[in-house]
């Protein structure tokens, strides 16, 4: 009968710690499973979303009515502001930058995870005895308790190379935006010569063929007529190069706003605003502005600031993490039960290395950013100096475009008086046609190395008023609006 109930309660002890073990595999199978979901990647998909690409897509018109660029649609003039909110749209630069910021994101979910409870457990079995039992089983818990803020420096870390990898997407915002702007000011520039290389062409034709007529009366010389000719195919050779560069311009600014070069046609392009010049600026306000509100140098702060909380991290590791150990056994009809401490021993090392590392990586933030900070300077010198020069060389270009047009004007004038021959009035057309040629290349260069200076500045004031937020991406959260 003795024998019997110890059996009994071998039985129950044994399933009791069976469904206890039972109970801990299946909760730690099931709770909080995340299941896999398939995204396959074909590049033939991709291939053809991308060429289906459009600027009158339902989406970019909602994404516009967000930043309160409203006209009619589709739209038929695009102007800097509306193409830089569809690059802002279309960019794949700005979905690399989002990706990441997500990842980074991501990264304060696992920082602030805590470390899980273990369960071991360890059946046995006797075979040199039957009474009271042969059978044993003991199960023990492993309790890990972070010490010393470690999951808080954790979390800080991650936070701070989350606020980095964020700022990321508005300085790659900045980079889409300058690309933007640089390939619509060369095919306006591109688009402006072709259609002044064509009135010198035409000027030129008019005064060669002035001067075959004289040649044949024997007024000039041939060499005379042969330095025209060399002038007028100089000038369809600049008119083939000019036509080349605006398609290659063309291409290069659907690929800034992120769509095939196709989505361009039919569509007309405003370039109003190019050719105004804002105020100068003097040096020292242009960097204090730069500073501080320059995304790259912010998210260098964030970094330096993420290595100082990896520091912190490491240091923290030097004091032993605690693990509480309570622990069942069933030995041979007898229960037993315990708690147990254990802590790691900091006898061979004190995590001096991984300190030092990060000592190391915290002192290679901080070169990193001053580093930028002196980039930053010079970027910001060197573009105030050439938009100085810019402007300077289109003041020069203006006056002398002036110049010439009055010129222009007085020989014609003196030709209907019968004081000049029309040779002379042509030739000044020519000038004129060369000076306007100056001007639009002086122009172009002004326009150019405003672009730079706004690149060097990345003041929030130069983007498109009311602009949404672009850390999301506006492909899947923006829905038109019903007109």
Known sequence: MQRHLVNLQGRRARRAAGVLLTTALVAAGVTGCVRYQAKPLAAAKVAADYGARSLAEPGLRAFLETARV??????????????????????????????????????????????NPTVTASPQ?????????????ALNLDVPIETAGKRGHRMARARHLSDAAKLNIAATAWQVRARLRRALVDYHAASEQERLLAAQQAAQEQSVKLLEGQLAAGAVSAAEVTREHIALDTTRLAAHDAKRQRAESRVALAEAIGVPVGALDGMELSFIGLDSMPPDLDSPTARRQALLNRADVLAALSEYAASEAALRLEIAKQYADIHLNPGYEYDQGDNKWGVGLSLELPVLNE?????????ARRTES???????????????????????????????????????????????GKFEAGEI???EVVTGQVELAAARL???????????????????????????????????DPRISQTPRTP
């Open 70 to 115: 409203t006209r009619e649609w589709p739209r038929r003039t695009w102007d800097l502001e509306a193409l830089t909110l569809a690059a802002f749209y279309f960019s794949p630069e700005l979905d690399v930058a989002r990706a990441q910021w997500s990842t980074a994101h991501a990264g304060l979910r696992t920082a602030g995870q805590r470390p």
């Open 125 to 137: 079995y006797n075979t040199t005895m039957i009474t009271p039992s042969p059978w044993g089983m």
């Open 351 to 359: 995590n001096q290395g991984p300190i030092a590392e990060a000592e």
């Open 366 to 412: 901080a070169a990193r950013f001053r580093a930028l900070q002196a980039r930053v300077v010079a970027e910001i010198e060197r573009s105030v100096a050439a938009y100085r020069t810019a402007l300077e060389k289109s003041g020069t270009a203006d006056s002398l475009l002036a110049n010439l047009e009055k010129q222009e004007r007085l020989l014609r």
């Open 421 to 423: 021959s029309r040779n």
């Open 438 to 472: 100056a001007r639009a290349d002086a122009l172009a260069k002004a326009q150019q190395a405003l672009g730079q200076l706004e690149e060097a500045l990345q003041s929030p004031f130069l983007l498109p008023a009311d602009t949404p937020r672009l850390s999301q």
